[in-house]
């Protein structure tokens, strides 16, 4: 399979729930409890219990390994079923340039 990420992905063992986000931009009360398998600048791969649409939104609040919560908005653009779990791969649209340089920070300190 051709690798189309922009930045490199990192393992990150965390819980996140997500809020999902209606196309006009209202919440939905439908929080989704996730696994989030691995993160990068651009996105992040997490497994769920429940299906998913591809070309939805959801707010996220992830907790990175300093306990700090990274705030963003992702949506999901790859999803499959494997062993009665599924396995989605997720983009960010909207995030601060500070929460991404946390990610950054933490690629430097895990390369070393």
Do not use: C, P
Not at 1 to 20: F, I, T
Not at 51 to 70: A, N, P
Request: glycine share 8%.
């Amino acid at each position: 399979m051709e690798e189309k990420r922009k930045h490199k992905r990192l393992d990150l063992d965390v819980s996140v729930q997500l809020e999902r986000l209606d196309e006009d931009g209202v919440t939905t009360l439908k929080y989704v409890h996730v696994n989030v398998t691995d993160i990068s600048r651009s996105g992040l791969g997490f497994r769920a219990n429940q299906k998913l649409e591809v070309g939805t939104y959801y707010d996220t609040k992830i907790q990175i390994w300093t306990k700090e919560v990274v705030d963003a908005v992702i949506e999901i653009v790859r999803g499959e079923e494997r062993d009665g779990e599924y396995h989605y791969g997720a983009i960010f649209i909207g995030m601060t340039d500070t929460d991404a340089l946390k990610i950054d920070i933490y690629q430097i300190f895990n390369d070393l």
